[in-house]
């Protein structure tokens, strides 16, 4: 993607700061300046003997010599220290309404001060933001932005929330879980986009730090993460319960990409589950694919299949269900699960009516489950 492209896509967003994910895979090998990168000493990892280490932040558990890197670039063992080169070194900072993340639960409306650093733990074959997640942490322009200039930006540009995402926040963990204390200590909530590759013991701690996450269920089979994602699907399956046991409040995105998990028995299978492992309140937004990285010969998702996989998880009982990426679609909108009247209307990420007040439905007051004041 073109630096024009990127600015067409991105229309109606404020772009603060992102000077890397618009450098092509030939420029990006050829950076004059000298990297900026972080020596901070990484936490969930085990010391083993003659300075290798283990990993413990996510389920790939890498096991490192001296000077070697994990799969997600940006961790170094430096002579049994394990190190993380992206503390406090963004690489895109910007301001997003939330429904782009998409959070259709927490305070709609607002705009979320976005933050990323290089790197990710999974390849996904369709990855929107491959230019600095599939990179190493030398190979994009990172600059200073500390835990405390995070949170004075948040307020600066009057951002209630700040969210971390466009890569993947679990392997900028240290730096999310010191801006997540900091922006809360200064009344400023937060919210992490991910796909959920993630150990038990750091997520425990993320949950009781940040206020939503949003989980990228990209499928739901073992076989689709294996050709399409290089992860697991397992932990993801329990990281969605570790949240929903927590205070922090869950969404669920699938993207629906033809031919490869769009399949009726899929859907409703993983809507089965949604309904039996975290209960039917959980928004589950269905999300059309485009043509994008590794994916660029399948076509975007049509509309009927997208409605087609609303149907079905209504039918299985999941009563917060969203068409995503078609915008004035009615299925952007929340309805209330008792009197059926549309209690936030959406129009692509505008808000044109808010009609829950004091977290309940204004005409019926039955309860809307989420985050609205």
Partial sequence: MNR???????????????PAGMRSLSNIFALDNKPNLSRTEARFYKKLPDREIECRLCPRLCRLGDKERGYCGVRENDGGTYLTLVYGKACSMNVDPIEKKPFFHVLPGSNALSIATAGCNVNCKFCQNWEISQVRAEQVDAFDLPPSAVVNNAL????????????????????????????????????????????????????????????????????????????????????????HASKAWLEIVYLVIPSLNDGEATIRA????????????????FSRFFPMYLLKNLPETPLSTLERAYETARSEGLRYVYIGNVPGHKAESTPCPRCGKTVVKRMGYLIESMDVQDGCCRFCRTPIPGIWA
């Fill in 156 to 243: 600066k540009y009057q951002c209630p929330v700040i969210a971390y995402t466009y890569s993947e926040p679990v392997v900028f963990y240290e730096y999310m879980v010191d801006t997540a204390e900091e922006a809360r200590r200064r009344g400023v909530r937060n919210v992490v986009v991910s796909g959920g590759h993630i150990n038990a013991e750091p997520l425990q701690e993320l949950v009781g730090t940040v206020d939503a996450i949003k989980i990228d269920l990209k499928g739901f089979s073992q076989d689709f993460y294996t050709q399409y994602v290089r992860g697991e699907l397992k932990p993801v399956l329990e990281a969605i319960r570790i949240i």
């Fill in 270 to 285: 993983m809507s089965r589950w949604i309904k039996t492992e975290v209960g039917p309140d959980v928004p589950l937004h």
């Fill in 4 to 18: 024009r492209q990127f600015f067409r896509r991105t229309a109606g967003t404020c772009l603060l700061f992102n």
